[in-house]
Structures are given as C-alpha cells and as structure tokens.
C-alpha cells in the first residue's frame, strides 16, 4: 500500500498549481489535502475529523510556511517533538525568500527548503521531482514503512 503525500497550502492558487503538477508527475500516492496548520497536525497525530484514518505517517509533507491557525514552523516543531514523526520526510514549500525562515526550517530539522518558482513550467517540474523524490526514490528508516496495529 503506497502511502499518501500530505500537502498543507491555505493559497487556492498554490493548491491548485500543486496538485497540477503532482498529477502530471503521475504518482499513484494520494494526496491528502490540509488548508491550515492544525488541521494538518489533526491529520498528523489522528485526531479530530481524522481520527479514523489509517496509522501511519505519509510519504512525505509538503508545506507551506505561511499557514493560518498554526504556521509551518509550528508544524514542522511538533512533528520533529513527537517520536514517531521524527523521521518523517518534511519539504518546506513557500515563497518566503527570508534567511530568517530558511534558517530557522533548518534548524528545526526540515529535510528540505524550497521556494516556490514563479514560472508554471519551473513550479511544475519543481513539484514533480519532489514528489517523485520523496515518494518513489528516497529509502525512509527501516520500520518505518509498516502499519502496526494496536488490536
């Protein structure tokens, strides 16, 4: 069973332009999509309208920094607090330039920084050797890719 990609993008364009070119990349992976920072760790940790999802983190995150509610930065904070998240794949997907976020993504353990290219064709190929990386190519942890159950 592939595991999902989850993307967090509150911007209806840069949503929209994502999942395009994720499609265009034409990975089997679904993609779960979070408008905001806590709706995201919901998503994450189980709980509230996700509750009921499978165990089991994603493939990789792909997220945005400026979110509402929680902000990537938080995101990525309780992700890399939390031990079985720990090892989950975290791209920073934003138009944020500034050293100061670019620093602090690092700092708090991102796997990657990307910058959201201005140009649909750089966007697109962007997204796709993203999800491509971090769905198909990279080798996560071992034991990372069961599903345990706590029946």
């Keep these: 069973m592939l595991k999902p990609i ?55 995150v792909l997220l945005d920094l400026k979110l509402p509610k929680v902000n990537g930065l938080e995101v990525l904070e309780a992700v890399r607090g939390t031990e079985s998240m720990r090892s989950l794949p975290v791209v920073m997907l934003t138009s944020s330039h500034e050293e100061s976020d670019l620093l602090r993504s690092y700092q708090l353990g991102v796997n990657a920084y990307v910058v959201k ?23 996560p942890p071992p034991g990372s890719l069961r599903v345990r159950r706590h029946d």
């Design 6 to 60: 989850l993307l967090v993008e509150d911007d209806a364009r840069d949503l929209e332009l994502t999942l395009h070119a994720l499609e265009k990349s034409q990975l089997a992976n679904d993609v779960v999509v979070t408008r905001d920072g806590a709706q995201a760790l919901d998503y994450l940790t189980r709980q509230g309208e996700y509750a009921g999802r499978p165990e089991g983190n994603p493939a990789v």
């Design 117 to 139: 290219p201005v140009d649909f064709r750089q966007f697109v190929g962007a997204i796709s050797e993203l999800g491509m990386f971090w769905a198909v190519l990279n080798e």
